[in-house]
Structure formats: C-alpha cells, structure tokens
C-alpha cells in the first residue's frame, strides 16, 4: 500500500522553470532514498538524480548538473525537483521512485528502487 505520487508537470518554453513534487504514503522517507527517472519517447528510462535518506548527498546525470536541483522535506515526507533552464530535450515522463536505505548509499540503477509512482508529463516546448 506505498504510494508515490508526482505532480508538477506541464509545458513550458525552453528556459523556463518547474518544480516537480513526489508525496508518499505508507512509508517513512527518513528510511529511503528517493530517485528521479525520465522516460521520453521510444527511449530506455534513465536516471535523472538522487538524494540520500539524509537529505545530505545528491548526485545528478551530467545533462542536467547546474539546472536541477533534488531536496526532500522528510516531515512532510515529499521530495523535490527543481528543474531550471529547461530544455527540449528534457521532455520526459518523469517518476519518482524509493529505495529503502540507512547507508547512505546513492544508486543509479533502476531496477534497484523499490517503488515508483505513476509519473508526471514535462513537455518542453522550443
């Protein structure tokens, strides 16, 4: 009964800005890290950036280090992303995902979390 629910997408310009939100349910996020997954078009699902269960290490895929920006607020058990000079190629499905940890451990693949939600749409227009 964990759910994962995203929101915050929609379309913007190129350049533009958007946060997007992943509240959870049925889980306590001081216990799990918390990914972003993209899925464009015809293409694999790739990761975009984690954060630990502390809150305090953060690792981002190249393409988007200095424009995105990963934060969790562990009381109102959300994660954040902060996407900023957006770019088309940034057009994606995006989806939050858990992963139950207490090492601090950050983790890229996506067949390691455990959870995801159903995703939100970030169409970015040129």
């Known amino acids: 009964q964990v759910h994962l629910v995203e929101s915050g997408g929609g379309l913007v310009q190129a350049g533009g800005s958007l946060r997007l939100s992943c509240a959870a349910s049925e889980l306590t996020y001081s216990n799990y890290a918390m990914g972003w997954f993209r899925q464009a078009p015809g293409k694999e699902r790739e990761f975009v950036a984690v954060i630990d269960e502390s809150g305090r290490r953060k690792y981002y895929v190249d393409s988007v280090k200095g424009r995105f920006t990963i934060s969790r607020d562990n009381a109102k058990n959300t994660v954040y992303l902060q996407m900023n000079s957006l770019k088309p190629e940034d057009t994606a499905v995006y989806y939050c995902?858990?992963?139950?940890?207490?090492?601090?451990?950050?983790?890229?693949?996506?067949?390691?979390?455990?959870?995801w939600g159903q995703g939100t749409q970030v169409t970015v227009s040129s």
């Open positions: 995902a858990a992963r139950w940890s207490r090492s601090g451990v950050l983790i890229t693949e996506k067949n390691r979390y455990d959870y």
